[in-house]
């Protein structure tokens, strides 16, 4: 019996397909290299078969195949092939060069989105190559992992029209960031440098019906349910609004936040300017200045992200479940997601095997990080906290999940009895709570603090 469905879909696909091809250029003739240039490592191109090929070689950092010319708003769909996998290689998007880089050799940096055959499988997910690093690691949308097929030809849409950049795979939604950085830029494709893993010495990388399309552009719906990344501070875009997102930080007014235990928001402490609420230095003691902020309304089951900055030794912390019934003096008590900085500030040698460093369960649970997610101190990071409704909850940091436990589970309660919380009842496991932010004397900047509720 002919499957109706799988027809269609099929159907569909070939229609859509078949009206991109209508409205774009090739990118690549599939006979000469002419409009574009290789920049920055030494492997090489050419042309083979109607393809570029690129061959990853030894002793080279990232070489990049990039567009004589520059594109702002586009549409672009190509196929690659990745023989291997113990490497990955890219798509740049209105990138740049910076001759003086990388020794001489010249820099390339920008977007970038990932083609990732390793077990991790963040392919189509976007690198900020030379610069921001990920800005969306595929923890964000892990159902997209699976789309990848090792060693074959695999489709890439990408769309980068006005500051949305939205990325497809096989035919399947992968990332959606909304970024104001870079509003034109070449398009580059990467063979990536292979370091000390010489098993990957003259494999390939294979580029194909390479087509772009610079008019008229449709951009193409994203469904439902897929974590958008808004860079655009305290804003929220469109696509937010509809999956139920707020902003609990306007970015102008301290409204539907007041102190701790306070009916109102504090006198000193804390500034509001440029877009970012700050905690004001006070010499580093826990709530002495200003003190804790909390909001007014309480949450139970939510996904919420918030961006931070760091000064150097700095240490603060973003608390959920607050109840304020404790009445205690200094912070008020909750679940923490640390804001600290591990290199400069002793907070993160105390406690039990690093259990009080950044985004950490504050005092129970340690972050699993890599220093290739962090930024450095100064940089603006993105923290996202989901409380599932049946009590599950997840730290991130930077798009990467560095944590996870069940509120009220054995296992929980196991680690409260050896914490500095082990003499609150039922610590942490309140129904509902606010949301607050910590004073403890350093400054530290908040933004774009947004969330939405879980049911």
Not at 196 to 203: I, T, Y
Not at 331 to 336: H, K, P, Y
Not at 376 to 382: A, C, D, E, K, T
Not at 408 to 413: D, M, N, V
Request: charged letters at 25%; proline letters at 4%; zero cysteines.
């Amino acid at each position: 019996m002919l499957n109706l469905k799988k027809y269609s879909i099929i159907t569909l696909s070939l229609i859509s397909f078949s009206a991109f091809a209508q409205k774009a250029k090739p990118l690549f003739d599939g006979k000469t290299l002419t409009g574009w240039k290789a920049v920055a490592g030494a492997a090489p191109y050419k042309v083979e078969d109607g393809m570029i090929v690129g061959t990853m070689t030894k002793g080279t950092p990232n070489s990049f195949l990039i567009t004589e010319k520059e594109y702002g708003d586009f549409i672009l769909e190509l196929d690659v092939k990745l023989e291997g996998e113990s490497t990955n290689s890219g798509i740049q998007t209105r990138s740049h060069l910076k001759p003086e880089g990388n020794n001489g050799k010249g820099l390339v940096f920008g977007r970038q989105v990932e083609i990732d055959p390793t077990p991790r499988a963040w392919t189509g997910g976007i690198y900020d190559e030379a610069r921001r690093l990920w800005l969306y690691p595929l923890e964000l949308n892990s159902a997209a992992k699976p789309l990848y097929k090792k060693n074959e030809f695999n489709h890439y849409r990408i769309e980068n029209i006005g500051n949305e950049l939205k990325t497809w795979v096989n035919g399947s939604p992968v990332a959606y960031v909304i970024d104001t950085l870079d509003q034109s830029g070449f398009i580059g494709l990467q063979v990536h440098g292979i370091g000390n893993v010489l098993e990957n010495d003259g494999k390939k990388v294979y580029f194909k019906n390479i087509n772009i399309q610079t008019e008229n552009l449709k951009p193409k719906a994203f469904p439902k349910g897929i974590y958008n990344v808004n860079l655009t501070p305290n804003t929220l875009s469109a696509y937010e609004k509809s999956e139920g997102y707020k902003l609990l930080f306007d970015g102008k007014t301290n409204n539907g936040w007041v102190g701790a235990y306070k009916t109102t928001f504090p006198a000193k402490g804390w500034k509001i300017a440029d877009g970012v609420i700050s905690v004001e230095p006070s010499g580093g003691a826990e709530s002495t200045n200003g003190g804790d902020i909390v909001t007014q309304e309480e949450f139970a089951a939510f996904d919420m992200s918030f961006e931070f900055k760091l000064t150097p030794g700095a240490n603060s912390g973003v608390k959920y479940f607050v109840t304020l019934s404790e009445k205690n003096t200094g912070s008020a008590i909750g679940l923490e997601y640390q804001v600290l900085d591990d290199e400069l500030h002793p907070d993160a040698k105390l406690g039990r095997d690093g259990n009080r460093t950044l985004a950490s369960l504050y005092d129970l649970i340690t972050a699993k990080k890599e220093a290739r997610y962090l930024r450095p101190i100064g940089s603006w990071n993105n923290a996202r906290l989901i409380v599932y409704p049946n009590n599950k909850v997840e730290h991130y940091l930077n798009g990467v999940k560095v944590l996870e436990y069940v509120r009220g589970s054995e296992a929980f309660k196991k680690l409260v009895a050896i914490s500095k919380y082990k003499d609150w009842e039922n610590f942490g496991e309140a129904p509902k709570g606010h949301i607050l932010i910590q004073d403890h004397g350093n400054k530290v900047d908040f933004r774009t603090i947004k969330i939405k509720t879980l049911k």
